[in-house]
């Protein structure tokens, strides 16, 4: 039974903290010391809902939407859950109760109390109770009975007692725990548990092992033991199929026994020893929540009450993706620093300007709760010393005229100035870090750690924590130099303290991936030079200095370049190969500041890629973080919670993708940022609640927060796609510039994101049809692909828009048109692409689709065998055939095997009808209707590439293979006639020219319609002749009916028909049709080249139509333009 264990997070103020699930499993439910409920969605819920009860809770119950709490002011209470809406108090003690328990199908709860006395309650009526009197001493714990018969219970008189429910006596009585005179000195809070379902078995903790005695003969049948348990068990618990038992032990122990066999299945530890006073299954038998007696909360997840467990992986995954990036099992460094007796005591907050009156007293815990008034020394004054600045200067002009620095006041004698005042610069600060006047604080919070510093009047040290352990393991450092900054990344710590009087700023390197003995180097800056900002690279140093210089090392130690840089340097960011630089470009005014921000590139080809351009930030606001993306795209944070990325594909722009200011509750409330990444896109932050810090201790909990860009009307339809599809193209363009830079990219991860943004293209395409917004159609056909352009066309073509049709269809070529012009290019710079490629399609490379040539190949071999093996079918697989065709012509089926979908990569896609367009081969002749001009000048030549240009390709074989004298007339002919070129394409590949007079009588297109038109081009089928016959009836009957109407009208009548009738008129057909096959032969063996010019006519007239009818798509779009 494997299983993972969550990290511990802060819960509840210490002491005894219980926990349980919900009936449905969805919330995760405790109480603690602090008298508080919280009611959590998941162990990641850094917003829980919370319900106060009293001044101390010790148990509680849920079941049926009722939450049952026992707590200090000795009583059981009574709340709706989730809501928390008081219902009444259920019982009354004469002192705390202990314990609350439902039955199983909770219309009852037993509870237990310090004054000896154990009573089962009605929830419905509260005044039916029956009282259970016999314990000597306070009650430790009560449970139910599955079959309501029996209630048992424990209590530090060292009994468990069975009783009778109904007659409220004792059934059994066994001495098992040690005497205490209060539940607080009892070694064990001896939790029992009855086995659910059948009740046979009910365990009670004894000293280091877990008791089974049977129902009924109340027997000591089992028990449950493990060498690994030195410390007696505190609590059990059962799964839910009642095959597993679980315990929590005092030194920290978990431990899960099978109890069939009696093995322990999982033995698990607290991450810091305390001892476990809470336990609870999930409904679904998946994960054990569990509490200590500091508070915390914590999940076993991955557990199956089942012989498989491959159900929990996903879950198991998504933890290691998500929570373990930021939590490790290093979190008892929290314990360090402060203990709980040298925290200093509660004080009031300091009034500020932009916070809520509702900041109330707050624990000091080594944080500033008002850093912002705090001004008194240079040190003290940070980034969010600006905001006392912006506040002096005001918003309005009263405020600006009446409040001032002392230091701006002009003299009398001189003329008052009235115009915007300077803004103070923004004091350089290191992103991921609190202030540095604060005793304890982060200095380095990012993807690869945690980097903690402590100044107090114990310890001046500080700790290096990685996320992930397998980088290396957790380091106490001594601050003997005081370090005020530093980084850390994969390679390397690095840290740095100002100069003072004696000695010079220094700049220190913890290289612990150094493969020497060596991995530590040290270097003093000049005289007058300290350190202001420092970031780590892949292999490099950066560090800018209050000089306005810039200087580079190895991550070995060794000095490189170093340039000047154009103002003070505001903070710094590295990801790999690049460095960002954000400094002061000049003097701000009116509470903006003026930032400039410049991106390098430091790898082999050393270029700038950002020169200087000014940092967009949001109105009389400040920079708060700076950094990359997991996957490298430069971005940053303001004072106002608005997030930036750099948009590469718009010109190095930043575009903003976030408000975290959106998702706050109060004005007071911030979101500290971590990190961000793209792929999935996620904003990792943490809530500060009446602060813009977090404090050190307890150990924040990471959110994560979605991205929205902020376009107009999102609450719309359109809106809503709209913002998609770009946030979709900008977090996804990483992909070019990582290709670009010589990086391996996810093609996966990049035909993924391109997939989802065709799909949103085609989305918002059919609501612009549907809103008859034609012209916005083709704006948004010009960011598809050609594929989905195509697509979009057949969308068009059913909806009856013809004129869209004609205007997507010139949108297409001219995307073909550049689509080979790129691949013209690429084949003369990289010969090898196609090698490289490993098949795939050049054209469909260069449009972001990686669809094999293979596919398509075996696509079309399949199309010519259901040819053959259609032949030999009867009558009923033509009328099914043309049924389908005739409810929905685009459906997939043995006519079209192409299959209309928003998914650019299918079938429509596998092949490229584009390929060799532009080459002066006309794609169809100019006598064709209008009807068929539109799609099959495009689609015509879909095949002319791989016959005229891929020569030597024998994998080509099959589509050119001839069939049998019989075509596809029979089951494949449309009742438009839009499959015509189908038997030219058959005459063709049998290399044999129509007779004379047929091509005569092609040539001349009869007047009645575009359909006769291509009915004269090849043989009638039996229904054909049928309508040729009773058309005239059937328009007696009704005059009025157009071509399509009369088209359905003959269908049904024909179906009426006999099947005899049916199958003479299909004879009459096929006669026809040997005899014009006879003909063909006669002249093909006679010598095709007697003809003159009119025979070479013929003979590119049907090259033409074998050209075109091998591409089935054509067949699919004639359809739909006929069908007007």
Partial sequence: ???????????????????????????????????????????????????????????????????????????????????????????????????????????????????????????????????????????????????????????????????????????????????????????????????????????????????????????????????????????????????????????????????????????????KGFTVCGLAWHPSGGQIAYTDTEGCLGLLDGLSASTSTTKQAPTKTAAKDYDDLFDDDDDRLMDEGLSDTNSPVKKPAAADDDEDDDDFLVPATGRVRNREAILDDDNSRDTGSLRLAQDKFGDDEDSRSGVVPAAALPAPSRPVYDGPLPTPPQKAFQPGSTPAHLTHRFMMWNSVGIVRGYNDEQDNAID??????????????????????????????????????????????????????????MVDLPAGEDVRALCLGQGWAAVATSSLMLRLFSIGGVQRELFSLPGPVVCMAGHGEQLLIVYHRATGFDGDQALGVQLLQLGRRKRQLINGEPLPLSRRSYLSWLGFTAEGTPCFVDSEGVVRMLNRSLGNTWTPVCNTRETCKSKSDHYWVVG????????????????????????????????????CQTATEKGQMEEQFWRSVLFHSHYSFLSSSGYETDEHGQSQSQKEQQELL?????????????????????????NVVTLAIRYASRSRRMALAQRLNEVALEKASQIQEEEEEEEEEEPEYSRRTSGFDQSEVAAGHYCSRRNQEEEEEREEELRVEEDGQEMEAEESAETRKRVNPFAKDAVSPVTPSLTPVGRAGRANPFKVLGSGKPSAPSGQPRASNILDSMTSSRKLGPLSGSSGKPNKGPVLKPLAPRPKTKTQSTLLQMTGTKAANKKSQENVDPPADQQKQADV????????????????????????????????????????????????????????????????????????????????????????????????????????????????????????
């Avoid at 390397?492 to 612990?512: G, W, Y």
């Avoid at 602060?691 to 991205?707: C, E, H, K, N």
């Avoid at 009915?1015 to 016959?1029: A, C, I, S, V, Y």
Wanted: proline letters at 5%; aromatic letters at 6%.
């Fill in 676 to 711: 961000v990444h793209e792929s999935p896109q996620q904003l990792r932050c943490i809530p500060c609640k009446g602060s813009r810090y977090p404090p050190t201790l307890p150990r924040p909990a990471v959110a994560i927060l979605p991205f929205k860009l902020p376009l």
């Fill in 1 to 271: 039974m494997p299983c993972e264990r969550k990290p511990m997070r802060f819960d509840h103020s210490e002491g005894h903290t219980e926990v349980c699930f919900d009936d449905s499993g969805k919330f995760i439910v405790t109480c603690g010391n602090d008298g508080d409920v919280r009611i959590f969605e998941g162990l990641d819920d850094d917003d829980p809902r919370f319900i106060s009860v009293g001044e101390k809770a010790y148990s509680l119950a849920v079941k049926n939407g009722k939450l049952v709490t026992a707590g200090s002011s000795n009583t059981v209470q009574i709340h709706t859950f989730p809501d928390g809406d008081p219902d009444g108090i259920l019982t009354r003690f004469t002192t705390n109760a202990t314990h609350v328990a439902f039955n199983s199908s909770g219309s009852r709860v037993a509870a237990g109390s310090s004054d000896f006395m154990v009573k089962v309650v009605e929830v419905s009526d509260s005044s039916q109770q029956k009282t259970l009197r016999g314990h000597e001493a306070p009650v430790l714990s009560v449970t139910f009975d599955p079959k309501d018969d029996f209630l048992a219970s424990a209590g530090c008189d060292g009994a468990v007692v069975v009783w009778n429910i109904e007659e409220q006596t004792q059934v059994i009585s066994w001495p098992l725990l040690q005497k205490t005179n209060d539940v607080s000195n009892a070694k064990s809070l001896c939790r029992l548990a009855w086995q659910p379902g059948t009740g046979k078995f009910l365990a009670v903790p004894v000293e280091t092992e877990v008791r089974l005695y049977l129902r009924g003969s109340w027997d000591h049948v089992s028990t449950l033991s493990d060498d690994q348990l030195t410390q007696p068990v505190n609590v059990v618990a059962w799964s839910p199929c009642g095959q597993f038992l679980a315990a929590g032990g005092v030194g920290g122990s978990l431990t899960v026994w099978d109890v069939d066999s009696k093995l322990c299945v999982e033995r698990q530890k607290h991450e």
């Fill in 464 to 521: 290096v924590e990685f996320h992930d352990t397998a980088v290396h393991h957790t380091m106490h450092l001594t601050n003997s130099l005081g370090h005020t900054v530093a980084d850390l990344s994969q390679q390397a710590v690095l840290l740095a303290c100002p100069s003072t009087d004696e000695l010079a700023s220094k700049l220190q390197c913890l290289h612990f991936s150094s493969w020497d003995t060596n991995k530590e180097w």
């Fill in 1005 to 1124: 297109p009869p007047p009645s319609s575009p359909a006769d038109n291509t009915e004269n081009k090849r043989p009638k089928t039996g229904f054909q002749l049928w309508l040729e016959d009773n058309r005239k009836s059937i328009l007696a009957d009704d005059p009025d009916l157009e071509e399509t109407d009369v088209i359905k009208e003959a269908m049904g009548r024909f179906r009426m028909l006999s099947a005899e009738e049916r199958l003479s008129w299909t004879e009459r057909a096929k006669g026809q049709t040997g005899d014009a096959d006879l003909k063909k032969r006669k002249r093909a063996e006679g010598g095709g080249g007697g003809g003159g010019e009119n025979g070479q006519t013929e003979a590119d007239e049907n090259s033409a139509k074998k050209k075109k009818s091998l591409d089935p798509s054509s067949k699919l779009s004639a359809f739909a333009f006929n069908k007007d």
């Fill in 762 to 786: 085609m989305k918002m395409f059919a609501l612009s049809c549907k809103l008859e917004r034609e012209f916005r159609c083709v704006e948004l056909a010009e960011l598809m692909t050609q």
